[in-house]
């Protein structure tokens, strides 16, 4: 693979923070191939035959040997897996270094689509935390949902708001990851576009934009919370510098954080770094800090929401449709759908979610119809969806069908509602109607790849 042609300012800076050995390797990484990785979902993927190398942070993270075509594999789909590159999730080994994961927390991902650290997030808080996960760019936030649903953990809030609209919020969060829009120096490897876009201007600007987040972000946090800052980038003006400006300006301090130094993770100044020659990964930057300010909460007026409280709601019928045990509280939007928020992070919800502008709970669960009782497609994806109700197991074409929103014909599928799994990982749901089978695999997630694989 060629090294991508890089701009000259760029390798002056990377000679520059490397020296010239170090950056001869560095060149060198960037011609080989980029690693392939993917972080498991435990609470769905039970059985995973292959032995893949391990990602050495992540108990879930493997490599796999070469790029399949991930389309067309049904368990991206059903949420069995994301993928997601191997430096990033260093987050999982920040976490326990710096709160305490077994408490529940009010957790905020300001920066979240596609989601990559928000599933991760997800997957390491306990279950009655709250995680609001946020994107500002409409057509990215319905990208986030798409795949909070699909990654199924119901104690997630999605929200579409700018940093500066989380003001009500100030010192509500025990945790906050900004996950910063930067200059993606790290990804040069990965996506050679990113070259294109960058200058030594646009890393300033990026720098001047992260500040303002930050300094938007950290009055969000209580006092003691913890804010996580990372780029995938490596200079200094939007990695190390942020982070002094926050002690200097915010009142955050940097926690040091250690890494076993066989992952090849390298301290600098106020964070640590990933370089794709030392770490089997891509470029990436991370920094944990402390609030160590009193930012009061605020009592300002609650928003109008789209989802309402329904707790007078009669919704008896839903024990034929969530798992044994699980305690729910019901949403309700103005057009009827029903949606829940666990019962062990209400409260949290109830403290938060008044004062958010644009948000959506991610576990919608359907709505009624007549006398009818039409499931979501998030309830289908859920991990607290019933485990006894009708479940037919599709091949690998017949699924990809299914996915594609095409007509299927399933002789063995029970008559009404039902669920259909490729390899034991739920996709979503039919009707049998007098033997046709209804596909109601939504429009807006359908796969337009042809072939198989
Ligand atoms: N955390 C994501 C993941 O792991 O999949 C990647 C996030 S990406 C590096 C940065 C995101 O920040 C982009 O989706 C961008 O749209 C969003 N963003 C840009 N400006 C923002 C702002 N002012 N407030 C919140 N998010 C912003």
Redesign the pocket.
Known sequence: MPSPVLPTAFSNQMLQQLGETDYQAFLQALAAPTPVSIRRNSLKLKNWSENFDGVKWNNEGVYLPERPVFTLDPRLHGGAYYV?EAS?MLLSAVLPQVIDLNQPLKVL??????????TLLAAALSEDSLLIS????KS?YQILRENLCKWGYPNVLCSN????EFAPLQGQFDLV?L????SGEGLFRKDPNAVNEWSPEHVQHCSA?QR??LAETSPLLKPGGILIYC??TYNEFENALNIAWSQNNLELTPIPLSFPAEWGVQARDFGYQCYPHQVRGEGFFIAAMRQEQHHPVLRSAPTKGFWRNAPRKNATFLHKWVKPGVELQLLESPHGELAAIPQVCFEFFQELSPYLRRWDPVLELGALKHTDFIPAPALALSTIVHPDLPNTPLDLLTALKYLRREPLELPTAPEGWGLVNFEGINLGWIKNIKGRINNYFPKEWRIRMGGSV
């Open positions: 997601q990033s991902d300001l920066a979240a689509a596609p989601g990559g650290k928000s946020n994107e500002v760019i990215r708001q700018d940093s500066r990851l996950d910063a829009p930067c934009r303002r987040i780029t995938c």
